[in-house]
């Protein structure tokens, strides 16, 4: 079993930015990669950035060049530095951890994932 506890959301103004953060427990040693996603209200779960355990990094469109995602082992804990915020950028943020190679690259769908944190809120106001 692996736990993800996710923390640094709150509201931020439009151009502004964040910093949230994954604290992963339990076998941790088996995490492969890690991802970071989000949900607004009435749409559906985004992709938006993962990391390898080779560090090798991928992300969405939308948020490449603006979010950059990190990954300190020694603590082990992901981070999103998300910069340049928008309001469009306002909603519940959740990482994932994915615990074997499965035949991809990058791993980018919410099904690749076999674990999941809570969510933090992150809301961006104009």
């Known amino acids: 079993q692996v736990q993800l506890v996710e923390s640094g959301g709150g509201p931020v103004q439009a151009g502004g930015s964040l910093r949230l953060s994954c604290a992963a427990s339990?076998?941790?040693?088996?995490?492969?990669?890690m991802g970071w996603f989000r949900q607004a209200p009435g749409k559906e779960s985004e992709f938006l950035a993962t990391?390898?355990?080779?560090?090798?990094?991928s992300y969405a469109d939308s948020v490449r060049g603006r979010f950059t995602i990190s990954r300190d082992k020694a603590k082990n804990t992901v981070y999103l530095q998300m910069n340049s915020l928008k309001p469009e950028d306002t909603a519940v943020y959740f990482c994932?951890?994915?615990?074997?190679?499965?035949?991809?690259?990058?791993?980018?769908?919410?099904?690749?994932?076999?674990?999941w944190g809570q969510g933090t809120q992150v809301t961006v106001s104009s």
């Open positions: 990391i390898k355990n080779d560090y090798m990094t």
């Open positions: 994932a951890a994915k615990t074997s190679y499965s035949g991809s690259d990058f791993y980018t769908k919410r099904g690749d994932y076999d674990y």
């Open positions: 339990g076998r941790i040693f088996s995490l492969y990669a």
